[in-house]
């Protein structure tokens, strides 16, 4: 799809960035091309945001010291929060002792279980050893293994605190037939239940925040709190979870790489994340 030309001439205020598949390039890395992008933007006032499936603690700051960025969207909207002193500003969160009985049926299925909760990234113990059979990225398992929060017992963990989960994610296995072990059926359990946005935000992944949250609430908030009509915002992403906030910007981008849903819903298609799709949708709609 591509934008009409009225479209095009429309001023961006906020811009917000997925980081896996869009920011990062394959490798896990921003490109040059894209951080000097990024730094024009900010110096045309344009506000710069990450809008990403990680917590605050997992963005990429070591690569972006060179980006003025003011705010960040993390766990799929579960909280916005204010780069430097990590405030969070907006949060959306869901009750740990309502999600007992479905932690006890993930552990069942043996799948990877990260929690954002409580202002940290846990993991319980048990999945540690299931990253090597896992079909990601090698510095996305890096990063599975460097930034976990051990959890000896995550249902006791969350009887025994009053447990505010952001969101979770939830990573497969490979399995003997090429596929992903109990993909398909927690798949189905996660739909059955009415109080929870359920999403792929990548990899063949799973993730869930509370009913109703998504990127684009967190692009909402910023939006109001900063006086910012939605029409001057733009987003871009490549997986399922950018897809809302790829239709509520202004201009929704999808990446070359995206998943083909994702470029339906986009109003432009850019080059791929190995290709500095970021920095080139931004010489397009902003840098002009």
């Known amino acids: 799809m591509v934008v009409k030309e009225t479209e095009k001439k429309r001023e961006v205020r906020l811009l917000a960035l997925d980081v896996d598949g869009t920011l990062f390039d394959s490798n896990g890395r921003v490109t040059e091309k894209t951080i000097q992008a990024l730094k024009r933007a900010r110096e045309k006032g344009v506000q710069v945001v990450l809008a990403s499936g990680r917590g605050y603690d997992w963005m990429p700051w070591d690569q972006l010291t060179e980006v003025a960025m003011d705010y960040v969207i993390t766990t799929n909207g579960g909280g916005v929060y204010r780069c430097g002193d990590g405030m969070c500003l907006h949060e959306e969160t869901m009750d740990g002792k309502g999600f007992l009985p479905l932690f006890q049926f993930l552990q069942e299925k043996e799948v990877y279980i990260t929690v954002f909760m409580d202002g940290a990234t846990y993991t319980p113990r048990q999945c540690f050893s299931y990253v090597e059979n896992m079909d990601v990225p090698e510095y996305v398992a890096q990063s599975l293994k460097d930034w ?25 296995q490979k399995a003997p037939d090429g596929g992903y072990l ?81 470029k339906q819903a986009a109003d432009d298609i850019t080059a791929t994340n190995d290709e500095a799709g ?3 949708a931004i010489e397009k709609y902003i840098l002009i």
């Open 148 to 172: 976990k929060k051990e959890l000896k017992d995550l249902e006791a963990y969350i009887r025994t605190h009053e447990a505010k989960i952001q969101k979770v994610t939830l990573n497969f």
């Open 182 to 262: 109990n993909r398909e059926e927690v798949k189905e359990y996660l739909e059955e239940r009415a109080d929870i946005h359920a999403v792929d935000g990548g990899f063949a992944n799973l993730e869930f925040t509370k009913t109703g949250v998504s990127k684009a609430t967190g692009i909402r908030f910023l939006s109001e709190m900063l006086q910012i009509p939605m029409e001057q915002t733009m987003a871009a992403g490549d997986s399922e979870n950018d897809i809302e906030m790829i239709c509520e910007a202004g201009i929704g981008i999808a990446m070359g790489n995206a998943l083909e849903q994702v």
């Open 278 to 280: 970021v920095a080139s």
